[in-house]
C-alpha cells in the first residue's frame, strides 16, 4: 500500500500582502524553502518506511525514521494552517460573533486572550508555535517546540503564530516581542472562526 505524498500548497495571497507586518522576502523564503523542506522531509521518510515494508532497506534507523515522519508532518500542517490564519492588515481586527463568545466564555476576555497567547508565544523555548486549540467544548492556549513537542492530542487547532526565528528574524532580529504584538492585525478572523464549527 502506498502512502500519498505530500505537495507544498499555494499561499492564499501574494508573497508581498501581509507587509508592513511580514516582509515579500520573509514569506518568499518560508513557503519555498523552509514549508517545501518540510513537504521533502516527510516524503523522504515514507520513502525509506516503503522501502523497508518491501525488503529493501530492514537497516533503516525507524528511531530517526519516526522522529522525521512527526517532526516533517506536523511542520507541514502547521504552516498549511498558518498560511490560512493570515490575511491583509485590518484596522481594529478582532474576532466577531460565535468565535468572540467563545474566547470571552473561555478566557474571561479578548484581551485576557491576547495577554495568554501572546505571553505564549513570547517564551517558546528556541523554536516553536503558539497555538489555540479546541479540545472538545475548551479553548485553550498552548505552546509547541519545534513542530511536534508540548501538543495535546486530538484538539483542532484554530490559530497558530510561528515563533520560529525563520519567521521574523529578517523583519525584526531578535525582537520577537515585536513581531508578536504585530501579528493582531493580520489575523484571519474567519478562517479561525470557520475551524472551530
Ligand atoms: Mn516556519
Redesign the pocket.
Known amino acids: 500500500m502506498k502512502h500519498k505524498r505530500l505537495e507544498l500548497p499555494n499561499l492564499p495571497y501574494a508573497y508581498d500582502a501581509l507587509e508592513p507586518v511580514i516582509s515579500k522576502k520573509i514569506m518568499e523564503l ?1 513557503h519555498t524553502r ?2 517545501l523542506a518540510y513537504v521533502t522531509g516527510m516524503n523522504a521518510a515514507m520513502d525509506r518506511l516503503e522501502k523497508a515494508r518491501a525488503g529493501e532497506g530492514l537497516d533503516i534507523d525507524y528511531k530517526a525514521t519516526m522522529r522525521d515522519l512527526s517532526f516533517f508532518t506536523n ?1 507541514h500542517k502547521l ?1 498549511s494552517i ?1 498560511w490560512q490564519n493570515m490575511r491583509k492588515t485590518k484596522k481594529d481586527n478582532a474576532p466577531s460573533g460565535a468565535l468572540l463568545e467563545k474566547i470571552e466564555e473561555q478566557f474571561g476576555s479578548f484581551e485576557k486572550f491576547q495577554a495568554e497567547f501572546a505571553g505564549a508565544a513570547k517564551t517558546v523555548e528556541g523554536s516553536g508555535w503558539a497555538a489555540l486549540v479546541a479540545d472538545g467544548e475548551d479553548l485553550h492556549v498552548i505552546q509547541i517546540q519545534n513542530q511536534n513537542l508540548m501538543t495535546i492530542v486530538e484538539t483542532k487547532v484554530l490559530l497558530l503564530l ?1 515563533v ?1 526565528e ?2 521574523y528574524y529578517l523583519d525584526y532580529q531578535n525582537d520577537r516581542g515585536k513581531y508578536v504584538d504585530a501579528f493582531w492585525s493580520i489575523i484571519n478572523w474567519d478562517d479561525v472562526a470557520a475551524r472551530l464549527v
Open positions: 518560508h523552509h514549508h511542520g504552516h498558518f510561528d520560529w525563520h519567521a
